[in-house]
């Protein structure tokens, strides 16, 4: 059985998608979901279409800058659509698209899980904190 170069392996891994491997593609929307806004932003969303001023609003503490970027983000990857209406003022909805929708189901554990488990973990990080010192 032949060896397989660096080169092929790389190649192997992006088809395959296997994000143990450096250079799959698949690490960067892992990276993407592993946001806080990003988990926040799809929560909101999974109400229904929100405009933009609502989303600032529903998700505290995000800033414009961020907020604008991770909706860019959501709608590069195909998460989120956003919807222009002409009107004065110019209207704009985001939305969960199909894809987006799918993906709920996870995100929406996760938020549940940290909500729910929240004094748990810090808790956890007194006790981690109260034997360091």
């Known amino acids: ?32 979901l592993s946001d806080k806004w990003v988990t926040l932003l799809l ?6 279409p929100r405009r933009y001023s609502d989303l600032s609003r529903r998700v505290a503490g995000v800033s414009q800058k961020m907020l604008t970027q991770t909706l860019r983000g959501l709608e590069r990857d195909g998460l989120v659509s956003r919807t222009l ?8 909805d985001y939305a969960l698209t199909p894809l987006g929708e799918s993906l709920m189901p996870l995100v929406a554990a996760i938020k549940s899980w940290a909500e729910a488990h929240m004094e748990d973990v810090e808790a ?8 360091d010192a």
């Open 43 to 48: 929560t909101a969303l999974s109400q229904g």
């Open 124 to 131: 956890a990080r007194d006790r981690y904190d109260a034997a």
């Open 85 to 92: 209406t002409p009107a004065v003022p110019v209207r704009v």
């Open 1 to 32: 059985m032949a060896t397989k170069t660096a080169a092929e392996q790389r190649d192997e891994a992006r088809q395959v998608f296997d994000a143990y491997f450096a250079e799959c593609p698949s690490r960067k929307l892992l990276d993407t």
